[in-house]
C-alpha cells in the first residue's frame, strides 16, 4: 500500500523558513516523480513544485521561484520542500503526491499524502 506521511509544517512569521518533509512507502520511490500542492484556506489546490525521480530536473510554481526548493533523498525514500522568505499568502495545507516521470512542467500527482498545515503570519 502506498502511503506518504508529511511533517514539519507549522506556524511562522513572514521572512523566515520551514522544511518540510515526506517519508513515503510502498513504493518504488526512485522511479516515480514527486510533486507538493498546496490548498489555501477557502482556495483550489496548486501545484508548488515538482521534482523527476531522478531528482535532475524540478519545476516550480512563478509565485515560489527563487524562494522554495524541492528535493529528494531516494535511499531514504523521503521528498523535502525547503520554504524561505514565507508570505501570508503561503498559508495552506501542502500536500505530498507521487506521479508519472514525464516531463515536469505537466506534472500531475497520481498519489496523495494526508497534508501538513503551514500558517505564516503578517
Known amino acids: 500500500q502506498v502511503q506518504f506521511v508529511e511533517s514539519g509544517g507549522g506556524w511562522v512569521q513572514a521572512g523566515g523558513s520551514l522544511r518540510l518533509s515526506c517519508a513515503a512507502s510502498?513504493?518504488?520511490?526512485?522511479?516515480?516523480?514527486m510533486g507538493w500542492y498546496r490548498q489555501p484556506p477557502g482556495k483550489q489546490r496548486e501545484l508548488v513544485a515538482a521534482?523527476?525521480?531522478?531528482?535532475?530536473?524540478?519545476h516550480y510554481a512563478d509565485s515560489v521561484k527563487g524562494r522554495f526548493t524541492i528535493s529528494r533523498d531516494n535511499p531514504k525514500n523521503t521528498l523535502y520542500l525547503q520554504m524561505n522568505s514565507l508570505k501570508p499568502e503561503d498559508t495552506a495545507v501542502y500536500y505530498c503526491?507521487?506521479?508519472?516521470?514525464?516531463?515536469?512542467?505537466?506534472?500531475?500527482?497520481?498519489?496523495w499524502g494526508q497534508g501538513t498545515q503551514v500558517t505564516v503570519s503578517s
Open positions: 503526491t507521487q506521479g508519472r516521470d514525464l516531463d515536469v512542467s505537466h506534472y500531475q500527482g497520481d498519489f
Open positions: 510502498g513504493t518504488i520511490f526512485s522511479i516515480y516523480a
Open positions: 521534482i523527476t525521480g531522478g531528482g535532475e530536473g524540478t
